[in-house]
């Protein structure tokens, strides 16, 4: 693990924090998976990169970004950390983790 992935219990600890939770998966990609976390916003990637600032112009945001099993995820909070987001966290081996 990296320093910015996080296990399980550490995402449970920042939700209830605040920190907000970025889906970059496909739109439906959860219905096809079973996969899902209540409450989180569907941001598909690329785009969650291409449109980051846009998205997110306050760059101390609270965000763990998720995906299936933290491959897009990675290198989206990866790109976002290099872009400046201090406080951005991937849950390390995705939404799988949390079944």
């Known amino acids: 693990m990296n320093n910015y992935e996080i296990s399980k219990n550490e995402f449970y600890?920042?939700?209830?924090?605040?920190?907000i939770v970025i889906d970059v998966r496909s739109i439906g990609?959860?219905?096809m998976t079973g996969l899902s976390y209540k409450g989180s916003h569907?941001?598909?990637y690329p785009g969650v990169i291409k449109n980051a600032e846009r998205l997110f112009p306050n760059k101390n945001e609270?965000?763990?970004i998720v995906c299936n099993y933290g491959s897009r995820?990675?290198?989206t909070a990866k790109t976002y950390r290099q872009m400046g987001?201090?406080?951005v966290f991937v849950l390390h081996?995705?939404?799988y983790?949390?079944?």
């Open 29 to 31: 990609e959860d219905e």
């Open 85 to 87: 987001y201090p406080n």
């Open 42 to 44: 569907n941001i598909p």
């Open 73 to 75: 995820s990675g290198l």
């Open 13 to 19: 600890k920042l939700v209830d924090e605040g920190y």
């Open 97 to 99: 983790e949390l079944k």
């Open 62 to 64: 609270k965000m763990i």
């Open 93 to 95: 081996g995705g939404l």
